[in-house]
């Protein structure tokens, strides 16, 4: 074999022996590793069926003797358990890593119960170790600070009234806080203990009314259901309150003006990031204060799943319907519903109106002067009647019984009239208008 071939065969030996003589490594970085331990209570006693979670996803239950286990993809997690009865238990900062078993143990509290009725008259904390259990008209005129985690179930027609009190419920998203009925055994387990004889269903439970101005109340990720009344709402803002409702889930409710009723609440009330779903009516507002893009008037998991009459409803009177300083609307998954009368707009104040906002009257309209009613994006704003369901959807909540015609509204007037004499506005508005 000459000297060229010699050369070229030696570099081709080891070719072939890079690519034939070692298989790849099954044991990756991507191969699962494995998570087991141990649910119990602190006594030692082993805890069957408890949930173990990954975020909102179910990963493993235990086994009767209270073990689990389950692979994942090699990550750092935060693991949830909960079990019937018991608090939930959190694991942060979880490595798993490709092969390696893992082991994290769960030691669960048992939730007692404590029945609170009567008049609260001095600062408490309520803690995710009991579930409170709300039984009559409960008054409070001191602060209540509830923990993350913990649990409220109303008894029949129960409520609580903020009378110069307030509650401070700031929880997180993996432990919210709970406001839900007495039947409601999905919270907490079978509180009643009445198996399931007894169904949580809407209008079991009356509100939490907050009435006295300037209350500071605060409700962070918490989660109502199954509250209000044809009477009643189940959150009640009273006049000039003052009160952040943020990153709540809010559902299953009644109340003939809205789940939540915030058409008579102040200025500095704060309604953002929450989440509105199979309520006859979900929102209530006055024109006091800002509403941006971040409510979902959708069920999350489901999005079919909406309220019966979707929409933000806007006022109560004449008194609340007067826009009082700079002024942003931008929800636009679902239309400022005006069911009862306009708007006015106060000259040397603003309403700024987002992109694609979409505005519903029954035979109200908008009062302005000059300059300030804006299109906050200016590029178009629907002005159209509550009777337009082609239009933000059935907002009036009557499937095809009404459909929209001349003069179902007032319209829009640009002149410094003064609102009591909207009654004699001949300009009627029909064709939605950009």
Do not use: R
């Not at 991507?30 to 006693?45: C, F, M, N, R, Y």
């Not at 309220?307 to 009177?317: K, P, R």
């Amino acid at each position: 074999m000459n000297k060229f071939y010699k050369w070229l065969v030696i570099p081709l030996i080891i070719l072939s022996f890079v690519i034939f003589g070692c298989e790849e490594d099954p044991s990756g970085p991507d191969e699962p590793g494995t998570v087991e331990g141990i649910v119990a209570k602190a006594s030692g006693t082993v805890i069957g069926d408890a949930i173990i979670k990954i975020g909102s996803d179910i990963v493993a239950y235990s086994a009767a003797d209270g073990s689990y286990s389950f692979e994942t993809d090699p990550g750092t997690y935060t693991l949830t358990c909960t079990a019937d009865g018991y608090t939930m238990q959190i694991a942060e900062n979880v490595e798993v890593e490709s092969e390696e078993i893992t082991t994290v143990n769960f030691i669960l509290q048992e939730i007692q119960k404590e029945f609170i009725s009567g008049v609260i008259s001095i600062d408490v904390t309520w803690t995710e170790n009991y579930i409170y259990i709300i039984q009559g008209d409960v008054s409070i005129t001191s602060v209540i600070t509830i923990e993350s985690g913990t649990i409220i179930k109303f008894d029949t027609d129960a409520s609580i009234t903020l009378d110069g009190g307030k509650i401070i419920a700031d929880a997180t998203e993996l432990k919210p806080i709970i406001f839900t009925s007495y039947k409601d055994d999905t919270y907490g387990g079978d509180t009643n203990e009445d198996g399931s004889a007894t169904t949580p269903a809407a209008g079991d439970w009356k509100n939490i009314d907050i009435v006295n101005a300037n209350n500071a109340s605060t409700f962070y990720y918490c989660e109502f259901y199954y509250g209000g009344s044809d009477d009643e709402e189940t959150i009640n803002l009273d006049t000039n309150t003052q009160v952040s409702i943020i990153n709540c889930i809010i559902a299953h409710n009644k109340g003939v003006e809205g789940a939540l009723d915030a058409g008579k609440a102040g200025s500095g009330t704060i309604i953002k990031n929450n989440v509105f779903f199979d309520n006859i009516k979900p929102l209530k507002i006055n024109t006091n204060f800002n509403i941006d893009n971040s409510n979902d008037f959708h069920n999350p998991e489901d999005w079919s799943v909406i309220n019966e009459y979707n929409g933000i409803f806007v006022g109560y009177d004449s008194a609340n319907n007067y826009i009082s300083g700079n002024i942003s609307w931008e929800e636009t998954e679902v239309p400022f519903a005006f069911p009862y009368l306009g708007i006015y707009i106060v000259p040397g104040d603003t309403l700024a109106l987002a992109d694609d906002v979409i505005l519903k009257f029954d035979g109200g309209s908008i009062l302005y002067q000059g300059d300030n009613l804006i299109n906050y994006d200016g590029s178009g704003v629907l002005f159209t009647s509550y009777k337009d369901d082609e239009h933000g959807g059935d907002t009036n909540g009557d499937g095809s019984d009404t459909t929209p015609a001349e003069g179902n509204w007032e319209g829009i007037k640009n002149e410094g009239v003064q609102p009591e004499v909207w009654e004699d506005w001949e300009n009627i508005l029909y064709e939605v208008l950009h």
